[in-house]
């Protein structure tokens, strides 16, 4: 963040600088310009008036020859240019899928969409997040997920990159609520069929048990069969739900029997 903003700020102090210039220049035309008229017209009267019409048309010829001249390799149009280039623009843009992961969170290995493969460094200062901009870090990541990278070259080859931002298109998380049928059940979680997204873990640590009169429940008194409405943060890729808020069992408490009535025998 201090980077970009002294980097804004040099550009700035650039630009500046150049309009005082050009403005200096400019007026440093105004009495060559006058100067050139007279010499040209032959009048030695340094009272000559000159045409307002006639010095705009000069003036813009002469601003427009500029533009020209600083657009050109070494004008300062095309020095701004580069400089903005180089300095906030990332160099390294890729999309690909994850082929490796590095050791220690360090690096990925990353076959782009056109077929070539890269070496990924991750820093303390890279940012990771999730497809819709969510915080994310490097545990969530998983061979086969689809990112995009942003960050500089750091060979001559183009194959190595430093990596600003990572992107994992594949990680998915939004909290939600969810109905389905427990199908199995474990120490810390059990697993729902859902209504419509398939087979969910669901992870219960902390979460708040209720029967369907509102009752608390322990864990314990969830069953296979059982069906259940959760609340909590939905991962796409990974099929499971974390940060559990509340499980409702609609099956608790059981249902009453009927008592049946004996028929009286005539």
């Not at 990680?171 to 729902?192: A, E, L, M, P």
């Not at 099929?239 to 028929?263: H, M, Q, R, W, Y």
Request: positive net charge.
């Amino acid at each position: 963040m201090k980077k970009n903003a002294l980097i804004i700020l040099l550009t700035a102090s650039t630009l500046i600088f150049s309009a005082a210039s050009v403005n200096a220049q400019v007026g440093q035309f105004r009495r060559e310009l006058r100067q050139d008229f007279r010499q040209t017209e032959g009048t030695p009267n340094p009272s000559v008036t000159i045409t307002p019409e006639r010095e705009r048309q000069e003036l813009r010829n002469e601003i427009r020859e500029g533009n020209k001249e600083g657009s050109g390799e070494g004008g300062i149009i095309n020095r701004i240019k580069n400089f903005i280039k180089k300095n906030l623009r990332f160099g390294a843009r890729i999309e690909g899928k994850i082929t490796a992961l590095g050791n220690n969170s360090s690096s990925l290995t990353v076959v782009a969409n056109d077929g070539k493969t890269y070496q990924v460094n991750i820093s303390s200062s890279t940012r990771i997040v999730r497809r819709f901009g969510g915080p994310s870090n490097f545990g969530e990541f998983a061979v086969g997920d689809k990112v995009n990278v942003f960050g500089n070259f750091t060979d001559n080859t183009d194959s190595a990159i430093n990596a600003n931002l990572i992107r994992n298109l594949s990680i998915q998380k939004r909290w939600g609520v969810f109905f389905g049928k427990v199908t199995s059940k474990n120490s810390d979680n059990f697993v729902i069929q859902s209504v419509a997204r398939g087979s969910l873990t669901v992870y219960v640590s902390g979460a708040r048990l209720i029967e369907r009169n509102e009752t608390v429940m322990t864990y314990d008194g969830i069953n296979v069969g059982d069906f259940v409405r959760v609340k909590g943060v939905w991962d796409s890729t990974n099929n499971t739900i974390t940060k559990v808020g509340e499980v409702k069992d609609f099956s608790l408490p059981l249902k009453p029997t009927e008592a049946v009535t004996p028929t009286p025998t005539p």
